[in-house]
């Protein structure tokens, strides 16, 4: 029989190229790759983006913020549009939507322009994130082999930002920092091409949008990170943070009580009656927070204390990646075997260690000591997490669920970064400025009549005063990280509960419902 004898006979949306899922999940692991990785590799790049495009110190954070604001906040609806419309055509969608405002981004010749772009590309991967994950529930059947496809697509996840991290440097070192940008639309391009030829159409299920409860949802979560963002650079008692904060809570209440009476909710509430699945959610929350902080105090650490150069900031994150990758290997062989709870546990221990190893950096730490050790247990412990997590909140799930159920997994580790983030720059600015008043009296005392002026000009403290201001406030944003591991801990110790027939459905011997209720 013919290739075009058996494409004839394959049903509508059927790959062009069946049977090769090895491929299909190196596009849809390319796609998450490039989703995960564009939340930092823009970092290294921050300072050549200012420069070039006059940004002010205040208004550069924006960079960061207007991406994850839209990813977090269109997660949501990103996972229901895949379960409506189909998941390929959605994921095809939020690619070429990511892609175009790549090549936007690398093109901005106004700060506004670049801000945009961000946003656009935050709309992208808010589209084509959760829609990746729920496809490898519908290309691999449940058992050894779907575990290896989470495998693989948690350890990109995980990876991602450190990957990112390189990437930015050699990027802006060797080319320009647009590159951060234009990196993403060949390869855009080339997952657009790739996925009809050798990922099948899910199946679409008749409904409607919960537009009511997009919103309340995307502006609620926009509105709750919008504060804390607005907290770090003005205050507590600044109007538009409470104001922010405020309005946060009305759509968030207004969200989950639209989602108790709507007919087709955007979330089906029901998932969280499960308590493993919720313990999940928060233990993702709650690491993500811990994770995007250590990544961005980090490189403060190592750029302006240790004097190192992007390319050089870049390959300091290596030990991390090789961390998760070998935690998340670990995890996806033993999973089956012990069940999620002792990785969760494990991994929620050790990221905590890392994270209280980090509170007794200093201006005199090295990279060895200051860095690598408390990375590599770090790194280590999120790859324990990260293939467990990943499993467990799609395990059992319905197929016409498995969007939201992996939209609301995506939106835990997205929004769990920004508001984490948010928090642990609010205590790092607030034991910064306190530490720079202490060591004023030092500075005035020692300080070139140079020195004085520009410090009159610009607010900051040369080293070493700046040093020793920089190094309190990380420390002391690393006390409260600890903090968020520690509420991981507690939650995998009393709220994840391991019964039969999770580890039965792990080993591929449950029936396709997966765990019970």
Known sequence: MTTSQLEAQSPPGAARRQGRRGIALTVIAACQLMVVLDATIVNIALPHIQDALSFSTTDLSWVLSAYTLTFGGLLLLGGRAGDILGRRRVFISGILVFTLASLLG??????????????????????????????????????????????????????????????????????????????????????????????????????????????????????????????????????????????????????????????????????????????????????????????????????????????????????????????????????????????????????????????????????VSGVLGPMFLFGFGMGLNFVTLTLTAVSGVAQHEAGAASGLLNASQQVGGSLGLSILVTVFGTASRNEAETQLPSFMAQATPEQKAKFAETHELPAPWGHEVLTHGISTAFTAAVAMAVLALLTAVLVIRVRRSDLDALSGKASAGGPGA
């Open 106 to 367: 690398g093109l901005a010749q106004e700060p506004w322009q670049l801000l945009a772009a961000r946003a656009l590309q935050g709309v992208g991967g808010a589209i084509a994130s959760p829609t990746s994950l729920a496809l490898i529930t519908t290309t691999f059947p449940e058992g050894p082999q779907r575990n290896r496809a989470f495998g693989v697509f948690a350890a990109v996840s995980a990876g991602g930002g450190a990957i990112g991290l390189l990437t930015g440097g050699m990027l802006t070192e060797w080319l320009d920092w647009r590159w951060v940008f234009f990196v993403n639309v060949p390869i855009g391009v080339l997952i657009a091409v790739l996925a009809p030829m050798y990922i099948n159409e899910s199946e679409k299920h008749p409904g409607r949008f919960d537009v009511s409860g997009a919103l309340t949802s995307t502006l609620g979560m926009a509105s709750l990170v919008y504060g804390f963002i607005r907290a770090s650079e003005e205050g507590w008692r600044d109007s538009l943070t409470v104001s922010s904060f405020g309005a946060a809570v009305v759509l968030l209440a207004a969200f989950v009580l639209i989602e108790m009476r709507a007919k087709e909710p955007i979330t089906p509430l029901r998932m969280f009656a499960d308590r493993n699945r919720s313990g999940t959610y928060l233990i993702m929350l709650s690491l993500a927070a811990a994770m995007v902080g250590m990544f961005f105090f980090i490189v403060l650490f190592v750029q302006n204390v240790l004097d190192y150069s992007p390319i050089e900031s870049g390959l300091a994150f290596l030990p991390v990646t090789v961390a998760i990758i070998a935690g998340a290997g670990l995890s996806q062989r033993l999973l089956p075997v012990l069940g999620p709870k002792p990785f969760m546990i494990t991994g929620s221990t050790l990221t905590g260690i890392g994270l209280f190893w980090q509170t007794f950096i200093s201006s005199d730490s090295s990279y």
